[in-house]
């Protein structure tokens, strides 16, 4: 079964640079969650959306921006990125209209910035 | 006070045995709640979701309380490839609206 992928799984930038991650929902759901994950913690939410709108938001700096395009797809943009910034980031999706609404986690993309 | 809390252990279980922790919530209006396991660098995989009810899903089993607030996952006969971090999922399942990881829970099953 097709599963939530995400791009790239690996990613280095410098501070003050910017990224970009990618996320490609499992087909027919409408919800999408961008999590990160620092070193020896558990997963922060940052952003969610419905449907292609943005739902929820969580501890997401305002250097980062996100949005789900007409096709679900989901990217989150991350400027003037700082040490700080380096985590696993991941992106779930779900389906609202499913029995019990489960998100189901892509593998993640490591980002380190130098 | 966090929104959902869990014991960050580690739980150090003899192969074989039974292990449960729990994991609380501080918003009286949660109603969705998911157990996920999550190996080291690796991605959260769903274990189980929690009904209201209570469910088990072979040697696992979740509980939900919602008069303490807490939900619990109990493993019996523990098995060595149960070693993982063991994270509660929780919030107000609606179009989108943020859900919250506990921090965690280790558990290490031992021969």
């Known amino acids: 079964a097709a599963g939530v992928i995400q791009s790239p799984r690996h990613l280095i930038k410098e501070k003050r640079e910017t990224a970009t991650l990618k996320c490609y929902p499992i087909?027919?759901?409408?919800?999408v969650y961008w999590y990160q994950q620092g070193p020896g913690q558990d997963p922060q939410f940052l952003i969610s959306?419905?449907?292609?709108?943005?739902?929820d938001k969580g501890s997401i700096p305002d250097r980062f921006s996100a949005q789900q395009f007409s096709d679900y797809h989901s990217e989150l943009n991350m400027s003037s990125l700082e040490l700080g910034d380096s985590a696993l980031y991941f992106c779930?999706?779900?389906?609202?209209?499913?029995?019990?609404?489960?998100?189901?986690f892509g593998e993640g993309s490591r980002l380190t910035v130098l | 006070r966090k929104e959902v809390e869990q014991d960050p252990g580690p739980f150090n279980v003899p192969e074989g045995a039974t292990v449960a922790f729990n994991c609380t919530y501080s918003?009286?209006?949660?109603?969705?709640f998911f157990w996920y396991r999550q190996d080291c660098r690796k991605e959260p995989k769903l274990l189980m979701s929690?009904?209201?009810s209570g469910n088990e899903d072979g040697r696992f089993t979740a509980q939900l309380n919602r008069a303490s607030q807490y939900i619990s996952l109990l493993i019996r006969d523990s098995k060595l490839s149960d070693s993982a971090t063991y994270l509660c999922?929780?919030?107000?399942?609606?179009?989108?609206?943020?859900?919250?990881f506990g921090g965690g829970t280790r558990v290490l099953v031992k021969p």
């Open positions: 779930a999706s779900s389906y609202l209209a499913g029995d019990t609404g489960e998100l189901f």
């Open positions: 087909p027919r759901h409408d919800t």
């Open positions: 959306f419905y449907e292609k709108m943005q739902s």
């Open positions: 918003n009286s209006a949660s109603q969705s």
């Open positions: 929690v009904y209201s």
């Open positions: 999922l929780g919030g107000i399942w609606a179009a989108g609206n943020k859900l919250t």
